[in-house]
């Protein structure tokens, strides 16, 4: 078999086979296959697309490109979720306890973020003593006799969907649902979840900017999932303003408890009761999601979702003490309200900036060197669609330094205030199957 007949093959908008496929696949992980090569077939997929057999072969071939996680010590069904990113995505931190309180096994691999503010990992560890190193026994353990418990990625998963993503990222390749896909797919198989939920972001804060494309991406990973055996379910959430109040590792920690208190945000609120219905579902603890939602309800009401989240803190160091005395993490040495110049309705917060903004104060990291810092960040106090008097505080910034001049100026340019607002709608679709 030659890589110039598997190019040519896709150019010219033929099937690939299951053999090619893993040819490629092999050969480019095992450095046989050169770069330029593997960038003709990236950018012929890019055109010609890929049907839902090539689509589940390819995910599969970069699954078996490296080590797999085997959760099967761990009692029940193991449910995944995934997050396609955004500003203030503050809902894994709700979301495994809360599941967890269900007596549903959350086995979370997580990594440490670029971008707005740090990943899973950096917000646990604005929680004094909280750390991800332990050992595998031990991960599985805490899961099965608490059912939660957060370890980080191991280095050896997907190294195909590595190389490939760092080559798409200098090729123009990378908006190919095929090739964005099987990226995500084959990290979260690769990862031992019989069972996943997809949250797809849609705006200008997400990865994928419209509806017609955040949908297109959700149904085929949901597709890809159900033809490799692990049920999937998705749902397209807004990400056009960040999600909840909170824009940062500490502030998102406070915001996280006061939704599991019940004292959440109401979009937070609201994605994660979303999500976590489809997780119980796909757990087999409930029928319908109707029903998984009251569920959910009722542990958040009856205080179990609450002292879930103090067991794994406490379980992996942490200090639970945490979460009745918020003021013991990490708190910023300034609070600067940024009022509004004028009176009206907030009509739009341009997710991505705002985010953006929140990095400058050091919440999140530009390069992978960069060092967060935890207690800084943003917290907004009018969202779209709130009515707004001059004056009113729009945004309070956390700061370790005086001079926030120039993210007070990228709030400003960011957040339009006019004569009317709509609120937003959150889930733009739920996807079963």
């Given at each position: 078999?030659?890589?110039?007949?598997?190019?040519?093959?896709?150019?010219?908008?033929?099937?690939?086979?299951?053999?090619?496929?893993?040819?490629?696949?092999?050969?480019?992980?095992?450095?046989?296959?050169?770069?330029?090569?593997?960038?003709?077939?990236?950018?012929?997929?890019?055109?010609?697309?890929?049907?839902?057999?090539?689509?589940?072969?390819?995910?599969?071939?970069?699954?078996?490109?490296?080590?797999?996680?085997?959760?099967?010590?761990?009692?029940?069904?193991?449910?995944?979720?995934?997050?396609?990113?955004?500003?203030?995505?503050?809902?894994?931190?709700?979301?495994?306890?809360?599941?967890?309180?269900?007596?549903?096994?959350?086995?979370?691999?997580?990594?440490?973020?670029?971008?707005?503010?740090?990943?899973?990992?950096?917000?646990?560890?604005?929680?004094?003593?909280?750390?991800?190193?332990?050992?595998?026994?031990?991960?599985?353990?805490?899961?099965?006799?608490?059912?939660?418990?957060?370890?980080?990625?191991?280095?050896?998963?997907?190294?195909?969907?590595?190389?490939?993503?760092?080559?798409?990222?200098?090729?123009?390749?990378?908006?190919?649902?095929?090739?964005?896909?099987?990226?995500?797919?084959?990290?979260?198989?690769?990862?031992?979840?019989?069972?996943?939920?997809?949250?797809?972001?849609?705006?200008?804060?997400?990865?994928?900017?419209?509806?017609?494309?955040?949908?297109?991406?959700?149904?085929?990973?949901?597709?890809?999932?159900?033809?490799?055996?692990?049920?999937?379910?998705?749902?397209?959430?807004?990400?056009?303003?960040?999600?909840?109040?909170?824009?940062?590792?500490?502030?998102?920690?406070?915001?996280?408890?006061?939704?599991?208190?019940?004292?959440?945000?109401?979009?937070?609120?609201?994605?994660?009761?979303?999500?976590?219905?489809?997780?119980?579902?796909?757990?087999?603890?409930?029928?319908?999601?109707?029903?998984?939602?009251?569920?959910?309800?009722?542990?958040?009401?009856?205080?179990?979702?609450?002292?879930?989240?103090?067991?794994?803190?406490?379980?992996?160091?942490?200090?639970?003490?945490?979460?009745?005395?918020?003021?013991?993490l990490p708190q910023a040495k300034y609070k600067i309200d940024v009022p509004a110049l004028k009176g009206g309705f907030v009509s739009n917060i341009v997710a991505d900036e705002i985010g953006i903004a929140a990095m400058i104060l050091g919440a999140g990291r530009a390069t992978k060197d960069d060092k967060i810092d935890l207690a800084v960040g943003l917290m907004l106090r009018k969202k779209v669609g709130y009515k707004v008097e001059k004056g009113d505080t729009l945004v309070t910034?956390?700061?370790?330094?005086?001079?926030?001049?120039?993210?007070?100026?990228?709030?400003?340019?960011?957040?339009?205030?006019?004569?009317?607002?709509?609120?937003?709608?959150?889930?733009?679709?739920?996807?079963?199957?």
């Amino acid at each position: 078999m030659r890589m110039v007949d598997v190019i040519s093959k896709k150019r010219d908008g033929k099937e690939l086979t299951t053999e090619e496929i893993n040819f490629f696949i092999e050969g480019y992980t095992k450095g046989i296959i050169p770069d330029y090569q593997a960038s003709a077939l990236a950018m012929a997929i890019f055109f010609q697309d890929m049907n839902n057999r090539e689509r589940a072969d390819l995910t599969m071939a970069m699954v078996n490109s490296g080590e797999t996680i085997d959760l099967s010590a761990i009692h029940g069904i193991k449910v995944d979720k995934h997050s396609t990113g955004g500003v203030g995505d503050t809902t894994t931190l709700v979301l495994a306890p809360l599941v967890a309180a269900l007596d549903i096994p959350v086995a979370k691999m997580s990594g440490r973020g670029l971008g707005h503010t740090g990943g899973t990992i950096d917000k646990l560890e604005s929680v004094p003593g909280f750390h991800v190193e332990i050992t595998k026994s031990e991960f599985i353990d805490l899961v099965n006799r608490d059912k939660v418990a957060v370890i980080g990625q191991t280095g050896n998963l997907t190294p195909a969907d590595k190389k490939l993503y760092a080559l798409r990222d200098v090729t123009g390749t990378v908006e190919s649902i095929p090739l964005i896909a099987s990226s995500i797919m084959s990290k979260k198989i690769a990862a031992g979840a019989n069972a996943i939920v997809l949250d797809v972001k849609t705006g200008v804060g997400a990865f994928m900017k419209t509806d017609k494309d955040a949908e297109k991406l959700a149904h085929a990973m949901v597709k890809i999932g159900n033809d490799v055996g692990r049920n999937t379910m998705a749902i397209i959430s807004d990400m056009s303003q960040p999600l909840g109040f909170a824009i940062g590792n500490a502030l998102e920690v406070k915001e996280a408890i006061d939704t599991l208190k019940g004292e959440g945000p109401e979009d937070l609120t609201e994605l994660v009761l979303t999500l976590g219905s489809q997780m119980v579902v796909l757990a087999k603890k409930a029928k319908t999601l109707e029903e998984a939602r009251k569920m959910l309800v009722q542990v958040i009401k009856n205080g179990k979702a609450l002292d879930k989240f103090k067991v794994f803190l406490k379980n992996q160091g942490g200090d639970s003490s945490i979460v009745d005395n918020p003021e013991k993490l990490p708190q910023a040495k300034y609070k600067i309200d940024v009022p509004a110049l004028k009176g009206g309705f907030v009509s739009n917060i341009v997710a991505d900036e705002i985010g953006i903004a929140a990095m400058i104060l050091g919440a999140g990291r530009a390069t992978k060197d960069d060092k967060i810092d935890l207690a800084v960040g943003l917290m907004l106090r009018k969202k779209v669609g709130y009515k707004v008097e001059k004056g009113d505080t729009l945004v309070t910034i956390y700061s370790n330094r005086e001079d926030v001049n120039e993210v007070i100026a990228k709030i400003y340019e960011n957040i339009t205030i006019s004569d009317h607002a709509q609120k937003p709608v959150l889930i733009h679709e739920i996807i079963t199957s």
